[in-house]
Structure formats: structure tokens, C-alpha cells
């Protein structure tokens, strides 16, 4: 495979995780492609200033690839050989907590930021597979992005800013939603692949923690301990984590 440039960005908020840290560690010393390490020491506010800031210093770059991870981010196995697939924007999976079950679904408190669209602006968690897939939209705490992307003047413009409501002034998406709309819209393709989760550092109140496996396990119909735990799909195995 050729050997491709890619900046690697770490947008900056004034916490670096010891697991990001030998995440970076891990890409930085990979010589299987040009790997330029893009850090800003100022913290940059908000998060839409931040991400589009590292974009403007990516399309002003010559790399091919922008690989950007947040701080609480950071990818249990390299991504850089997602570099050889040339796809325009994959983001690695990413578990996140689910505060509310919705209307007729089985509650799971954890779910995964790879998504299929359900109808306009509202987006729907897609259950975590195997291997590349194509999604309608997903997370950007850790994402691949071709140099293409960001040449749409669309992108370059307001790729990471948010949706707003122009008649109340709320926000109809948030950046990462937001992004994948716009790229959509633009004719680009967006993919997690399943084989490349991320941790997730997130702060739960213990109580909240609880509450929610006791709700996912009454889902499960695990009652007075008559059935093993462990003979259930648990929603905290990360998939691929293993491969």
C-alpha cells in the first residue's frame, strides 16, 4: 500500500488522558505512513472553534488525511490502517450512555454513536456489528476524514458547526451530526467500522449506573438471579476489541 500523510489532531481541552496519551504514542512511532502530529497548546472555545480551526490547518496542510481524536477519545486498537481503504469519512465506534429508554424499545443503557436516520434531523443508534459499514451519520470523537471532504466549499466553511433553529435559537443538531449532514448532503460517505472501538471516559453518577442495568437486565428478563448474567449479551463488550 502506499504510504499516505496523515495529521494526526488532538483538538485540545486541557485534560490529556494517559490512555490518549499511549494512543498517540502508538500512531506517532507507526512508520507505515507520514504521520504529523498538529497540537495547539491554547485551549480553543467552543468545540465548533476548536474542530474547525484543526480543519483550516488540515486543508492548508498537504496531507491526504486528517485524523482527529478527543481528549476522552482515544482508539483501543492504531486506525491508520483505515488510511488504505481511501474512504472519505469513517468514524470509530464509540459506546455512550443512555439516560431515557424510549417508547417500545428493549432499554440498553449503553449505546453506539454509529446511526441511521430516521427521519428528518432525528437520528436513531444503530445496534454494534462487525467489520466496515455504512451509516448514515456517527460520533466524531475519533474520526478518519479524506482531504476531499474538507475541498467542498460547504465543508471548509461550516463543516463542524452546528444545526441552529433559526426561530428560537437552539441548537437542532450538534456538530458531529451536523458534519455528517452536511457531508451527506455533499455527496460523501460516511462509515464506522466495527473492528476499531474507542474507550470512552464519561463521568455517571454511581446511582444513575445502577438504576440503568437493573432496567437493562428487567429487559432481559434476568429476575432473583435465575438466570446467569453471563449467558446474556452484555452491552459493555466492546466489539472487535479483541481482533
Not at 485534560?15 to 480553543?44: M, Y
Not at 482527529?68 to 488504505?84: E, G, H, R, T, V
Not at 433559526?166 to 458534519?179: C, Q, R, S, V
Request: charged share 25%; hydrophobic share 35%; with cysteine.
Amino acid at each position: 500500500m502506499a504510504r499516505r500523510k496523515v495529521m494526526l489532531a488532538y483538538p485540545n481541552t486541557g485534560n490529556l488522558h494517559v490512555e490518549l496519551v499511549k494512543s498517540l504514542v502508538k500512531i506517532i512511532t507507526d512508520t507505515s505512513h507520514e504521520v504529523h502530529f498538529q497540537f495547539d497548546a491554547p485551549v480553543l472555545k467552543c468545540n465548533e472553534n476548536n474542530y474547525q480551526n484543526i480543519a483550516k490547518k488540515f486543508w492548508e496542510s498537504d496531507s491526504e488525511f486528517l485524523l482527529q481524536i478527543d481528549s476522552d477519545n482515544p482508539p483501543m486498537k492504531n486506525p491508520l490502517p483505515l488510511c488504505d481503504l481511501g474512504l472519505d469519512i469513517i468514524s470509530l465506534p464509540t459506546p455512550t450512555w443512555k439516560y431515557c429508554k424510549e417508547e417500545g424499545e428493549d432499554y440498553n443503557p449503553l449505546q453506539w454513536n454509529a446511526y441511521e436516520k430516521v427521519r428528518a434531523g432525528v437520528y436513531r443508534a444503530k445496534p454494534p456489528g462487525r467489520g466496515l459499514e455504512r451509516v448514515d451519520a456517527a460520533g466524531a470523537g475519533c474520526v478518519l476524514i479524506h482531504r476531499r471532504v474538507f475541498e467542498a466549499p460547504l465543508m471548509k466553511r461550516e463543516g463542524w458547526h452546528r444545526k441552529w433553529n433559526k426561530e428560537n435559537g437552539t441548537a437542532d443538531l450538534g456538530l458531529d451530526l451536523a458534519f455528517c449532514e452536511r457531508a451527506t448532503k455533499c455527496g460523501f460517505e460516511i462509515y464506522t467500522h466495527w473492528d476499531y472501538p474507542c474507550r470512552h471516559f464519561n463521568t455517571v453518577d454511581l446511582a444513575t449506573f445502577s438504576d440503568g442495568f437493573k432496567q437493562w437486565a428487567n429487559t432481559l428478563g434476568l429476575v432473583d438471579g435465575k438466570e446467569r448474567l453471563e449467558e446474556k449479551e452484555s452491552p459493555l463488550v466492546l466489539v472487535g476489541a479483541g481482533n
